[in-house]
C-alpha cells in the first residue's frame, strides 16, 4: 500500500555531510496527495529507543530535535514524492540506522504510520 525507501546513507568521518533521501510510491497515493502527507526521519542505535530527528508538515514547516538544530535540515518534494534530510558536521553521536516515517490520515481521524526499512549512518570520529 505504501512503500518507503531509504538511501543515501554511509560511513563518513565527523565533521562530513550526507544527504539521505526518503522516495514514498504506492497505491495509496492515487487517492492522497503526498503534500498532504507529514514526514520524518527517526533514528535508533541498540543503546537508545527510536527518537524523532525532524518532521516536516504539508506546508512545509519543520521541527527538529535539540541535539541536530543547527545541523541538520529536512525538506520535501512533493513532485517527486520525497523527502530528504540534509545532515551537516556529522558527529560519532549520529551514527544510527535512519528510518523514514509517513503518518497519513484515516478518513475516520487518526494516522496510519508507515516504516522504510532504515539506513546505517555511520560516524567515524
Known amino acids: 500500500q505504501v512503500q518507503l525507501v531509504e538511501s543515501g546513507g554511509g560511513l563518513v568521518q565527523a565533521g562530513g555531510s550526507l544527504r539521505l533521501t526518503c522516495a514514498a510510491s504506492?497505491?495509496?497515493?492515487?487517492?492522497?496527495?503526498?503534500?498532504?502527507?507529514?514526514m520524518a526521519w527517526y533514528r535508533q542505535t541498540p543503546e537508545k529507543q527510536r527518537e524523532l530527528v525532524a518532521g516536516i508538515l504539508s506546508g512545509g514547516s519543520a521541527n527538529y530535535v535539540d541535539s541536530v538544530k543547527g545541523r541538520f535540515t529536512i525538506s520535501r518534494d512533493n513532485a517527486k514524492n520525497t523527502v530528504y534530510l540534509q545532515m551537516n558536521s556529522l558527529k560519532p553521536e549520529d551514527t544510527a540506522v535512519y528510518y523514514c516515517?509517513?503518518?497519513?490520515?484515516?478518513?475516520?481521524?487518526?494516522?496510519?504510520?508507515?516504516w522504510g526499512q532504515g539506513t546505517q549512518v555511520t560516524v567515524s570520529s
Open positions: 504506492g497505491t495509496i497515493f492515487s487517492n492522497v496527495d503526498f503534500s498532504n502527507v507529514a
Open positions: 516515517n509517513a503518518a497519513i490520515k484515516r478518513v475516520l481521524g487518526g494516522n496510519n504510520f508507515y
